[in-house]
């Protein structure tokens, strides 16, 4: 009897960029071997397959491995896209959010570590890329339209990060919302049944564990 392979999808559940990989792989039912790394103790595997030594990085069926999170979600849907994810798989929205919002974000999150500037600094910088999330979002559901796609499931994922340095501030519960919009985008993504999948637990991996299988039902 052949035994089925799997791809292998190395991942750390917190992380938005395994994030955005594993929501793209469940909307494409692609059934992946997980394995969850601990990124203090990255298992000799994951640094064999590549040399970036992030996560998340996918093992392919067919021995080629990706190591960017935008190129895994573009596998994904380039194997099955039943929404036509891939229409906004080049939105200006993902490069910015990769770049500039990226950077602001992690001062945002650690300003300890970075005192030239204050919190709410920071957290101001953040806001010029947040405004246009919140405008796109003035008048559609999604980023793109009514429909969720690519772009959505790239970016949420950082803006649920953003939402988490401050939610009392971001929900609006001290005072008003600020970004009333995106407040509700993120909260029907965040509470879809969806994410939820995609945020399952699964145990630090190591060689010799049983095989995890991600999406796990
Ligand atoms: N450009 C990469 C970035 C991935 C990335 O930076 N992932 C972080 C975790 S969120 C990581 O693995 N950092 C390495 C570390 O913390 O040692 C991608 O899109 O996949």
Known sequence: MTQKVFSILYSFRRCPYAMRARLALLYSGIVVELREVTLKNKPP????????A??????????????????????????????????????????????????FLDMYKYS???????????RDSCGMFLQRIEQS??????????????????????????SMVE????EGKSNVTPY????????SILQSEFFRLCMKKYPAWQAGDEVSIFPNH
């Open 45 to 52: 595997e994951l640094l064999q397959a590549s040399n970036k």
């Open 167 to 170: 939610p009392t501030w971001f």
């Open 180 to 187: 009333p919009n995106t407040l509700r985008w993120l909260q």
């Open 137 to 162: 979002l003035q008048h559609s559901s999604y980023l793109a339209g009514k429909h969720r796609s690519f772009v959505d499931m790239a970016i949420a994922p950082f803006i649920r990060q953003f």
């Open 54 to 103: 992030t996560v998340p990085v996918l093992i392919c069926d067919d021995g080629k491995m990706l190591d960017e999170s935008h190129h895994i979600m573009l596998w994904a849907c380039q194997k099955s896209d039943p929404e036509a994810w891939l229409n906004t798989a080049s939105h200006p929205l993902i490069h910015d959010n990769d770049t500039s919002f990226k950077s």
């Open 112 to 122: 300890d570590r970075f005192p030239e500037y204050t919190q709410t600094q920071y």
